[in-house]
């Protein structure tokens, strides 16, 4: 069972470099979502795909584009990455239950570094 | 926006003791989630509650969401060092189905 998968682990960009994190589910959500995580901020929501075919901004999007590609996989992309954007980003998943009430299941986290 | 005040920021405990951490919020939430985080891990949700005064266990781990739809506790019993971790409230507002609002987190150590 792997759950929510990302890809990659660990990645170190130079400012003004792009790059695309992906994210994958084996659990046949509809929804999806991307967060970052700052010491002492919690997470913050970055974009979410209510389902495939739709995105929408959170709270943090500045500087972030997202792709539906299918109803499996999710991915962040940074076009010019700037050292604020330097954190911990998790991808989660979940389905819509009875009145829209849904436990999210996140990925285990890509640590991205901006230098 | 809304925002979920989480106490204590952090605690240090011996093993075998008892833990409360709770969530409050001057918004209403219509969901609460706990989760719990482990170092390198993604957060893992340990009970979820959909109803005002609602109790929930799950094993030593007990949490309950408030009559007045505003706060959460959880309360972990006879803690044990893989206890160890960072404990998140997340909650659901009948603004949206899809935005969590997470506190910012309870950093619990346990002394064996």
């Known amino acids: 069972n792997a759950g929510v998968t990302q890809t990659p682990k660990f990645q170190v960009l130079k400012t003004g470099q792009s790059m695309t994190l992906q994210c994958a589910q084996d659990?046949?959500?509809?929804?999806m979502y991307w967060y970052r995580q700052d010491p002492g901020m919690g997470l913050r929501l970055i974009y979410y795909s209510a389902s495939e075919g739709t995105t929408d901004k959170g709270e943090v999007p500045n500087g972030y584009n997202v792709s539906r590609l299918n109803k499996r996989e999710f991915s962040l992309r940074l076009e010019s990455a700037a050292p604020s954007q330097t954190s911990v980003y998790f991808c989660?998943?979940?389905?819509?239950?009875?009145?829209?009430?849904?436990?999210?299941?996140f990925g285990d986290g890509t640590r991205l570094s901006i230098l | 926006g809304q925002q979920l005040n989480q106490s204590p920021q952090s605690m240090f405990i011996q093993e075998g003791e008892d833990v409360s951490m709770n969530c409050t919020s001057s918004s209403i939430f219509n969901t609460w989630l706990w989760y719990k985080q482990d170092p390198g891990e993604g957060p893992v949700l340990l009970i979820a509650?959909?109803?005002?005064?609602e109790l929930t266990s799950n094993g030593r781990l007990t949490a309950q969401f408030g009559i007045t739809r505003k706060d959460s506790f959880l309360n972990i019993s006879a803690s044990i060092p893989s206890d160890v971790g960072i404990y998140f409230c997340a909650g659901l507002s009948g603004g949206s189905n899809y935005k969590l609002t997470f506190g910012k987190g309870t950093l619990l150590t346990v002394n064996p």
């Open positions: 989660a998943s979940s389905e819509a239950r009875d009145r829209g009430h849904q436990p999210q299941h």
């Open positions: 509650l959909y109803k005002a005064g």
């Open positions: 659990m046949n959500h509809n929804s």
